[in-house]
Every structure is written in structure tokens, then in C-alpha cells.
């Protein structure tokens, strides 16, 4: 069904446009399931230019207006505006974690209120979600969407591209999976992944270990020092998660490597973390040590997203969603991006339902009309503030 866009058309009232949505539960089923069976893993570009080419034949479908395809290293990303006066930036992402193949085992389906697949709940029901909203405001004119290529690899060829919207726009709502309950995300640790690699030289164990330099010896000094760095009491985690070394019973290890887990509630404690993690000196005589990362994803801070969290609990009291909350969590999105420009975002705008990035991964189909018409409500009450 084509929804023709209208400027001078009212724009239904919070009530009409529940039931708007709530009409259109069962062609949002069926596109969601287009959408999951179609794949579409990180950094896989042929598969993300099929899903690409989906999703802006969905929005010229839905929306009556086509959406830009606009390539990008890592695949492409779909960016549809409404007009060339907005003042809302919905972001999305349309890659998923799951390797291609995943739906001959686990394909989209549904049973009772329970839809699964692949990817559906981070993020393709919120995409499929927001589009239906989106096309049944005539506000629509004031908004534009922007559903990237690559936020599940680090974001790093869509970044730009999302800082850029996002500061012309100046509020941004994100289409990540809402928090337990249908929490929205109001903010965000700060994410980086830093890689420490250590050099020794290797010897026989047995013969002559003296002239070896065991760089596995040095892991264990440089391990204890990684996780000094933590400071739960400011939210800063840094966590050790992956190490290997040596690679024979009886040779003294010539190389070791260790990744580490680091997350940030303060600015600061990025700076620190960085700081720290580039100093790290060894201990072992001879050995030498290498650091590389970041923390690649700023904190988003609760200042960014209290606001708009006011402005969406109203919207929700008005569709009759009880006691929507705003919670604070650890993982990153692109709105970490957005709000350390000083952007105010909203994130969590999408699906309800639980197991991203695991095989049980869900949306609960009985949200869907709500959280369509949540996101569109709130995009409609930042263009009138
Ligand atoms: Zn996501």
C-alpha cells in the first residue's frame, strides 16, 4: 500500500495512530520476514547491496518516496529524507552479527506473539517499525532516516556520514533494540577494544631457556597491570578477554597477545584508559610490547538523552504505553557517536523482545503497532517543539 505524502493532510491523533498500526501489524510481519530471510552479515557488501536495495524499495513502497542508496566500504547505507528541511535523524543499521547461513538452520518464523530470525531484533523489526510510523505522519516532511552498513563492525565507514546528518538535523532518535522490558536508552558506556602485543625470543625449554625471552612471562605481569586499570566506581571496566601465546611444549615463547575489553561511563576515563594503556612498559629484560585500539565509541551521556526521554514519556502516556522507562546501559550504538557531538539522542527507539546477537533472538509481535507508533510520535513532537 502506498501512503501518498501530504503537507496539508492532518496528522492523526496519537489514538489514530495506534490503530493506523496497529492495521498494518500483519504487513509488517511479512515485510520483517523479507527483511530477516534476505541476510545480511557485517562486511558481507554482496549481500548488504541485496538488503540495501530492499530496504529503498520498501521505503519508495511505504513511504511513496524513494530512498538514496549511498555506497560505502563496507557495503552500502540507505538514507531517506522526507524533505531538505529536517529537523530529526532516525539511525538504524541494516548489517547483522550472523553469519550467512544462519537462516537455513534458524529461518524467520513465528509462533503465537514470538517472531524470530536472524538480526530481527538488532535491529530489523525497528527498521521495519519506523518506517511504518514514520509513513503515517505527515511530519514524515521534517524527518529523514539513515540505516548504515556497518555499526556492528565499529561503524567505521558510516560514521562521518552519521555525525554530519546528525548535526544538521540536531535530535536524533536510534532505532537499537529497546532494554528489558522496553526500556529505552538514555545512556551509553563508552566501548574500545585494544589489542597488546608482546615480542620475547624464543629457545629451547630444556637446553638453554636462559637465552629465550618468554613472552608469556610478560603476559602474566602486563595482565595484572590491564586489570588495575579498572575504576568500577567511576563505570570504567577494563576486562582482559582474549590471550594466546607460545606454541610448542618445550620452547621458551618468542610471542604473546593479549585484547582487552575496555568501557567508560566518563569522558575522562576515556583520556586515562588510553593514557595508561599506551604506557604500558615491560617488565621482562629484553621483551618489547606493542598496544594498539581505542576506545573507539565515546560515552553517551545522560545529559543527551534526558531530554528527549521527557519528551517520549509524553508521547507514551498519550498511546497509552505504561510506565515506559530510561535506562543506562554498557553496550555502544551509534548513538554514542551522536551524542559526544553534542546531539541530543534517544536511543532503544526499536523492537521489544530479548537474545540479540545470540540463537534466541525475538521480537514480541503485540509491540509492534506501539513502538511504530512511539518512534513516530516522538520524530512528530521534536519537528513541532
Ligand atoms: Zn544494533
Redesign the pocket.
Given at each position: 500500500m502506498a501512503i501518498t505524502q501530504s503537507t496539508t493532510a492532518a496528522s492523526p491523533s496519537p489514538s489514530g495512530l495506534l490503530a493506523e498500526m496497529q492495521l498494518r501489524v500483519p504487513q509488517m510481519v511479512e515485510q520483517l520476514g523479507e527483511f530477516v530471510n534476505l541476510e545480511s552479515p557485517s562486511l558481507n557488501v554482496e549481500h548488504l547491496q541485496v538488503s540495501a536495495k530492499y530496504l529503498a524499495k520498501l521505503f519508495a513502497k511505504v513511504m511513496g518516496k524513494p530512498a538514496e542508496i549511498i555506497p560505502g566500504a563496507n557495503g552500502p547505507h540507505v538514507h531517506w529524507k522526507g524533505s531538505d528541511d529536517t529537523k530529526v535523524l532516525i539511525v538504524?543499521?541494516h548489517d547483522?552479527v550472523f553469519s550467512l547461513g544462519t537462516t537455513a538452520t534458524r529461518p524467520f518464523s513465528v509462533e503465537g506473539d514470538i517472531a524470530r530470525g536472524p538480526g530481527i531484533f538488532?535491529?530489523k523489526a525497528g527498521i521495519i517499525q519506523a518506517i511504518h510510523g514514520l509513513s503515517a505522519i505527515r511530519d514524515s516532511y521534517h524527518v529523514e532516516m539513515l540505516i548504515t552498513a556497518d555499526?556492528?563492525v565499529g561503524s567505521e565507514s558510516s560514521r562521518e556520514l552519521i555525525e554530519a546528518r546528525a548535526r544538521a538535523t540536531g535530535a536524533v532518535l536510534v532505532?537499537?533494540?529497546s532494554a528489558d522490558g522496553g526500556a529505552l536508552k538514555i545512556a551509553r558506556k563508552g566501548v574500545g577494544t585494544f589489542t597488546v602485543q608482546i615480542a620475547g625470543r624464543a629457545s629451547h625449554a630444556g637446553l638453554e631457556p636462559e637465552k629465550g625471552i618468554n613472552a608469556l612471562v610478560e603476559l602474566a605481569t602486563q595482565v595484572q597491570r590491564i586489570v588495575a586499570m579498572a575504576r568500577p566506581e567511576l563505570g570504567t571496566t577494563v576486562t582482559p578477554t582474549v590471550a594466546t601465546a607460545g606454541n610448542a611444549e618445550n620452547v621458551v615463547p618468542d610471542a604473546a597477545m593479549i585484547k582487552v575489553d575496555v568501557r567508560v561511563v566518563l569522558p575522562e576515563e576515556k583520556d586515562r584508559v588510553e593514557r595508561e594503556m599506551s604506557q604500558l612498559k615491560p617488565v621482562v629484560d629484553g621483551a618489547t610490547i606493542k598496544v594498539s585500539g581505542c576506545v573507539n565509541r565515546p560515552p553517551m551521556h545522560e545529559s543527551a538523552g534526558r531530554k528527549l526521554f521527557g519528551v517520549a514519556e509524553t508521547v507514551a502516556k498519550e498511546l497509552g504505553i505504561k510506565n515506559l522507562q530510561g535506562v543506562a546501559v554498557g553496550g555502544g550504538?551509534d548513538g554514542n557517536f551522536t551524542a559526544a557531538i553534542g546531539v541530543p539522542t534517544l536511543d532503544g527507539m526499536?523492537a521489544v523482545g530479548g537474545g540479540?546477537h545470540g540463537v534466541s533472538e525475538h521480537v514480541l509481535i503485540s509491540t509492534m503497532a506501539e513502538r511504530a507508533a512511539l518512534v513516530a510520535g516522538v520524530a512528530r513532537a521534536l519537528v513541532n517543539r
Open positions: 538504524g543499521h547483522t538488532d535491529m555499526e556492528e532505532l537499537e533494540p550504538s526499536g540479540a
